[in-house]
């Protein structure tokens, strides 16, 4: 018996479009419909739900490499997506989810190419190798009393170098109570056989879901044309896009620092949480005690990033003139800490 399918193939490799376009058929698609989506996004950090941007990522680096940053709302670690990297999404109704059954169509699909993988443990498709098990798909799950949601990477072609340079950055003494990611050992599938690429590798997988669903359907492609005509899910892109919900959503952490300049020690202590800064502590053998409690009140409440920072103290700067080299000295050094 045929069951009532949609596909679903993302035109744009914008991460927030693609991220919103999973809230939008999570929250909104009828559930009696299994879906498949397929989409890629270019040159992104994807951190999980309860992640630390600031502790998971190279802030810094990703702004100067135009890398940018999502938070998506399932749980699970930080993770790079360049166009080697395609991602899938499965969606069905809370009775007949069937984790499993999503795995084998991955599965299935990459027999076509001769490619033998399995499932293992809860999250990870992996290949068999003279090396051990390497991975090139991990996956998250998110469910509610009506539908579940199933999503994943497949690791084609990435660039898996890049990995390093925007994940898991210098070791700041900063203590987070978010949650770490783990490094895993991974592969690309194209390693395996060059023929796997995003377009042959969706066009099985999207046979495959025909195939075991027994039924078609035509193949629907996303835009910012389509983005504008479904108000839910603009909704959802102006929110995933949002500093308040990238950053702003950020646990609790506590953030130390330490310097020596030529007019005294400083030992920072700042606290934020949801991206701002609720706290600051500031320890210093300097002369300028008044100047210190001022700066401390005026760090309160800013956004944790050198931007906010920066503006409030070249404020006052312009106010106490007389502190302009220990302000200066301050702000180009607290603002070098905190990304």
Not at 319 to 325: C, L, S
Request: charge should be negative; aromatic fraction near 12%.
């Amino acid at each position: 018996m045929s069951q009532k399918i949609r596909v679903l193939v993302a035109d744009t490799f914008d991460p927030w479009f693609n991220l919103a376009t999973e809230d939008w058929i999570f929250r909104d698609m009828d559930p009696e419909y299994k879906v498949l989506f397929l989409w890629r996004n270019q040159n992104t950090v994807v951190i999980g739900r309860f992640q630390n941007p600031w502790t998971e990522c190279n802030v810094e680096r990703m702004n100067a490499d135009e890398i940018k940053l999502a938070r998506r709302q399932s749980g699970g670690g930080a993770v790079f997506h360049d166009l080697g990297n395609t991602n899938f999404t499965f969606m069905a109704s809370k009775e007949t989810y069937d984790k499993n059954a999503n795995n084998q169509i991955i599965i299935n699909a990459l027999k076509r190419f001769g490619i033998e993988s399995l499932a293992s443990g809860r999250n990870d498709l992996v290949l068999k190798s003279d090396e051990g098990e390497k991975k090139f798909s991990g996956s998250a799950f998110k469910e509610t009393k009506e539908r579940a949601f199933h999503h994943g990477t497949l690791l084609i072609n990435a660039d898996l170098s890049r990995l390093g340079n925007y994940l898991n950055p210098n070791k700041k003494k900063l203590e987070s109570k978010g949650i770490k990611s783990v490094v895993a050992r991974v592969t690309n599938l194209s390693a395996v056989n060059s023929d796997v690429t995003h377009e042959s590798l969706s066009q099985a997988i999207i046979e495959e879901f025909f195939k075991f669903y027994g039924s078609e359907c035509e193949i629907e492609h996303l835009d910012y044309e389509y983005l504008k005509s479904v108000p839910a899910l603009n909704e959802y892109y102006e929110k995933l896009k949002d500093w308040n919900w990238r950053f702003g959503e950020t646990p609790k952490f506590t953030h130390f620092m330490e310097e020596r300049f030529v007019w005294g020690g400083i030992e920072l202590h700042l606290n934020s949480h949801k991206g701002l800064i609720t706290e600051v502590q500031i320890y210093t053998d300097s002369l300028h005690p008044e100047m210190i409690e001022i700066l401390g009140e005026s760090l309160k409440n800013l956004r944790y990033e050198r931007d906010d920072i920066s503006r409030a103290i070249g404020e006052l700067i312009s106010q106490y003139k007389m502190y302009e080299e220990f302000l200066t000295d301050f702000r180009n050094w607290l603002c070098s800490q905190i990304n």
